[in-house]
């Protein structure tokens, strides 16, 4: 897999990051899910190694930037150009090591998200499918090259496992503590179980499918219902709020003449732009991700 903001990838890294293992556990420390996070991800590096590439990726932009201040803030005349050039290096390492350290939890939860989305219609069409009687390694099949999302994918990993040698236990198990999924790992269990035991399947299928349906129909309800709120906070920052500073420094400079309210105005308005441009993606990104 190839994570965007790494211009070095981890895997090149890995080659060569030796000497530097003891390093890279130090700084993959800070996340001790990491390694689990890139197996769910198919990743072929460790923990130390990808940390490792983090921390180099987050060195070369910040090298980048503390160039780029230093000759830009020189040229214009900065007598601090030095310091404000090293301050956003700084800046940009600590923010860029951080991004490339955690983008795999980010990855396997948006991809935990599109499971859950679909997994209901999935588990729904396992059910029917067992019920006529169909081998479950032929359901899996079709489930794996029919149109379900990441419900697909996932179980497309799994046929391959089963046709590469593993029995179908031991590759839904695989499957269920490789998934960040608690629905799918708990469906799973269900499956494993019942195939130990030689319970049916079917029924324990449609009661998680009814209960995910229902937990999604709460989780509409609950977003519904803090929307309202988030609003009210988008009109008090982007609109209220603004104005009120805006009036109140107008009619200040026109008492007092050392007061040149423009460039107080254009940083409200810029700060405002940003407020508004993070609450809407809040808004996005808290949205139940529910199946049409």
Request: proline content about 4%; charged content about 15%.
């Amino acid at each position: 897999m190839r994570f965007p903001l790494m211009l070095i990838s981890a895997d090149k890294v890995e080659n060569w990051s030796g000497p530097y293992r003891s390093l890279g556990a130090r700084l993959a420390a800070i996340r001790p899910t990491l390694g689990n996070e890139l197996g769910a991800l198919e990743v072929e590096v460790d923990a130390f190694d990808f940390a490792f590439s983090c921390m180099l990726n987050a060195l070369l932009y910040s090298l980048v930037i503390f160039g780029v201040s230093y000759l830009a803030l020189s040229v214009r005349g900065e007598i601090d150009a030095l310091l404000l050039a090293l301050a956003y290096g700084i800046v940009v390492l600590v923010l860029s090591f951080l991004v490339n350290l955690f983008y795999p939890s980010i990855i396997v939860n948006m991809t935990a998200e599109a499971v859950d989305r679909d997994l209901p219609f999935a588990l729904r069409e396992m059910a029917l499918q067992i019920e006529g009687g169909i081998p479950l390694y032929d359901t899996m099949a079709d489930i794996a090259s029919s149109n379900f999302g990441a419900v697909s994918r996932e179980f497309a990993v799994t046929v391959a496992e089963v046709n590469s040698g593993y029995s179908e236990k031991v590759a839904l198990e695989r499957m269920a503590v490789r998934t960040r999924s608690e629905f799918l790992k708990k469906s799973l269990w269900q499956v494993v179980t019942a195939l130990t035991s030689g319970a049916a399947l079917a029924p324990v299928l449609r009661q998680i499918a009814d209960m995910m349906k229902a937990r999604q129909v709460q989780q509409l309800k609950d977003y519904s219902s803090s929307l309202n709120f988030m609003v009210w906070i988008y009109l008090l920052t982007s609109v209220v709020l603004p104005a009120l500073i805006v009036t109140f420094l107008v009619i200040y400079a026109t008492f007092s003449a050392d007061l040149n309210p423009a460039p107080l105005i254009n940083a409200i308005l810029i700060i405002s732009c940003f407020v508004q441009v993070a609450i809407i993606g809040f808004i996005g990104q808290t949205k139940p991700k529910v199946n049409k």
